[in-house]
């Protein structure tokens, strides 16, 4: 049949057409910007005098939105990548402009919503009654047992009434002007967070006594700015902040560096948080939800922040008993620089360097010998070698630097289905710090794959993947930490779902699945890095080539669960922050730092956390994810449930295993209900027992 799709200016066909997709200056992001407005307009048009059939109302609706959420994709990928502060200023200011206009333009449209319950009436009221024969085939589908098109209207007609459609026209502007502020404040919270450039300095190299030596290398000096002699200077970005945390030997160069990393953005993003939290509060309340967190999980697996608090308070007595004996173990073994509190507490800046020196001690795990195992460019082939005997997929790199938005370590990847050599897409892939770059680790799922109407095929699909690892110098190569790869798997699983999430529907195509189930894919294949087999394949020392030794692959696996306690403990503050802040309780003059501070103490004891930090305005969640932060953890017990369905049946290179959750976890996109994916794929209804087996309880 014949659907909508994106326009064909959006193609991810070749290496040089998605290069070409990223503007390179001020005028380019303008021009992206009005010409996406101009095609969904376009494609309005032909929906309100149509007749209300699937063709002619829902194709179009779903090609027009589509259309702008690859602009938006875009626009994301230059304001976090691009070197030029113009351009991302640019891109941030028309990524405000194009979500105003999808506002107008679409959550706000009664038109449309008229459209769509025409459509749903029609099909619903009449059986095979009264629909014309080019609609038979998709009423045939909307009917069927996969029901991909009727999933996806009543989706959107949710949707439509959780966005106050069905309000008194006062109210309802109302809602559309309170949305419009949000989005412009979230956008500058984000930038903000972006272009924070907090640093402190040392004086000496024995203020980082025990930093990994490549670390070092890599910091700057510059002369002070009273008296003579230079300082020594370290930003906040992963690499360096992590080697400081888990490795400085000096008490006060931790308490400072966490005391900076936690007061990012600081005081700036404070006032906006408050506002974004009243503002959301006010529009759920308009919209006739108690809180914020009523309306942001209404469209999620859980349903009801009710549920996700009740989920995670079943996590955390078991969880806290973990923890108590793995606090136990560390006071037991304390280096010399960690002072307890006089109630026993351990400081929470010296938390990190507790744990992995417990890991060099006790457990014979030192994170900087592997390290030297994982040279980057090895690394990466043989996790790309994984992925293709998994996916049946396979690789070719293209060093193309030079067409994308940075000439240095910015590469794109030929992704093709192994056996009929079909390109699924492409990952660009930017993997190094530089200033003004996004400072974490992301995937963009920029363009999904899209039904082609002429054969039923599908477009190449593009992601992209944006991350922090260490650099290499003149001496010694890029080297992963064992955290790295895992992140890197992570990520680059967001990227093989962007390219294999198939959808009739293209909204509903790659990654755009519920939020609560999003993580899920890339969290199961983390644990891949922790067999045995896989580490010995992928691991591969800089100097001598050698696999890393079994008894460091029996030691590292043995320290997994080391600490999943405080881990784990850790993502569910997280979790219950986002909740309380936009719970029923939320205002704008709730204390946001005082909240945390009592959520810590609550969840995590045993730690004196500072009183003198803001890590909330760096939370760069809070304004995407919003209160669905427990989406991680939900989707981490999911995510042990399948990996050790998998597991057992001996998969983790199984083609065979893997096009089984290729067809039936990636490939259904977001056409289904993931629970019903679940259970078919488990053959059973998922349950929390893989995932307490995994974490040592």
Not at 301 to 313: G, L, S
Not at 535 to 543: D, M, P
């Amino acid at each position: 049949m014949s659907l909508g799709s994106v326009s064909s200016r959006f193609s991810a066909a070749t290496a040089s057409s998605c290069a070409a997709l990223f503007p390179t200056s001020v005028e380019g992001v303008q021009t992206l910007l009005e010409q996406a407005k101009a095609t969904a307009l376009e494609q309005l048009q032909k929906v309100y005098d149509a007749p209300r059939t699937f063709h002619r109302v829902c194709a179009p609706v779903d090609a027009a939105a589509a259309e702008l959420s690859v602009a938006a994709s875009i626009l994301s990928v230059v304001k976090n990548t691009h070197t030029v502060k113009a351009v991302r200023d640019e891109a941030s200011a028309s990524m405000v402009a194009l979500d105003a206009f999808s506002i107008d333009n679409f959550s706000s449209n009664k038109k449309l919503f008229a459209a769509l319950k025409d459509v749903k009436a029609a099909w619903d009221g009449n059986a095979a009654n009264g629909i014309a024969a080019a609609e038979e085939d998709a009423y045939a589908f909307y009917m069927s047992d996969s029901g991909e098109y009727r999933y996806w209207l009543d989706e959107e007609l949710a949707a439509f009434r959780r966005r106050g459609l069905d309000l008194p026209e006062e109210t309802f502007q109302q809602v559309i002007a309170l949305q419009k502020e949000v989005s412009a404040l979230s956008t500058k919270f984000s930038t903000n967070i972006a272009e924070d450039a907090t640093e402190i300095e040392v004086d000496s190299l024995e203020q980082l006594a025990g930093v990994p030596e490549p670390i070092v290398k890599q910091l700057t000096t510059r002369q002070k700015s009273e008296g003579g002699g230079d300082v020594i200077v370290l930003k906040m970005d992963y690499p360096t902040y992590f080697g400081v945390m888990k490795n400085c030997e000096v008490a006060e160069t931790r308490k400072r560096m966490a005391r900076a990393f936690e007061n990012r953005a600081h005081p700036q993003n404070l006032a906006i948080l408050q506002d974004i939290i009243q503002k959301r509060h006010q529009i759920a309340v308009l919209l006739g939800f108690p809180s914020y967190s009523h309306l942001d999980l209404d469209s999620k697996m859980a349903k009801r922040p009710e549920t996700a608090r009740a989920f995670i308070d079943d996590l955390i007595p078991a969880l806290q008993k973990k923890w108590a004996q793995e606090l136990a173990s560390l006071k037991e073994n304390l280096h010399s620089s960690v002072i307890l509190t006089a109630d026993g507490s351990i400081p929470s800046y010296d938390i990190a360097f507790c744990m992995n020196y417990a890991k060099k001690t006790r457990l014979n795990v030192s994170e900087t010998t592997i390290q030297e195992y994982f040279p980057l460019t090895s690394t990466v082939a043989a996790l790309f070698d994984i992925y293709e005997s998994f996916f049946a997929i396979r690789f070719e790199k293209l060093e193309n630097a030079a067409d994308l938005w940075f000439h240095e370590g910015v590469s794109t990847l030929v992704v093709r289905d192994a056996a009929t050599s079909e390109v699924l897409g492409h990952v660009i892939l930017d993997l190094f710090p530089r200033d003004g770059k996004f400072t974490h680790a992301c995937c963009h799922s920029v363009i999904p794959p899209i039904r082609q109407s002429h054969d039923g095929s599908y477009s190449p699909a593009l992601s992209v993947v944006i991350a922090n690892f260490p650099k290499g110098t003149a001496d010694t190569p890029a080297l992963f930490l064992h955290d790295d790869v895992e992140t890197f798997f992570h990520e680059f699983g967001h990227a093989i779902h962007g390219l294999m999430g198939r959808s009739r529907m293209p909204t509903m195509a790659g990654t755009r699945v519920k939020r609560d189930f999003v993580e899920l894919p890339s969290q199961m294949l983390e644990e891949w890095l922790w067999d045995s087999k896989i580490l010995q394949r992928v691991t591969k020392h800089y100097k001598t080539g050698e696999a890393l030794p079994k008894e460091l692959i029996a030691a590292k696996i043995a320290s997994q669960n080391a600490f999943s306690g405080r881990d784990s403990l850790r993502q569910l503050v997280f979790a219950t922050y986002a909740l309380e802040l936009f719970g029923p309780s939320a205002s704008s003059t709730v204390d946001t730092s005082q909240v945390f501070y009592d959520i810590q103490d609550r969840i995590l004891p045993g730690i004196q956390f500072s009183r003198d930090t803001h890590f909330e305005c760096a939370f760069g969640h809070l304004t995407g994810y919003a209160a669905t932060y427990y989406g991680y953890m939900w989707s981490e017990v999911f995510a042990q449930d399948v990996f050790e369905y998998i597991r057992q049946r001996d998969g983790l290179l199984s083609s065979t295993l893997g096009k089984r959750y290729r067809d039936m976890i990636l490939g259904c996109g977001g056409g289904k209900d993931p629970s019903d994916m679940l259970e078919a794929f488990l053959e059973r209804k998922p349950n929390a027992n893989a995932f307490f087996k995994k974490i040592g309880i």
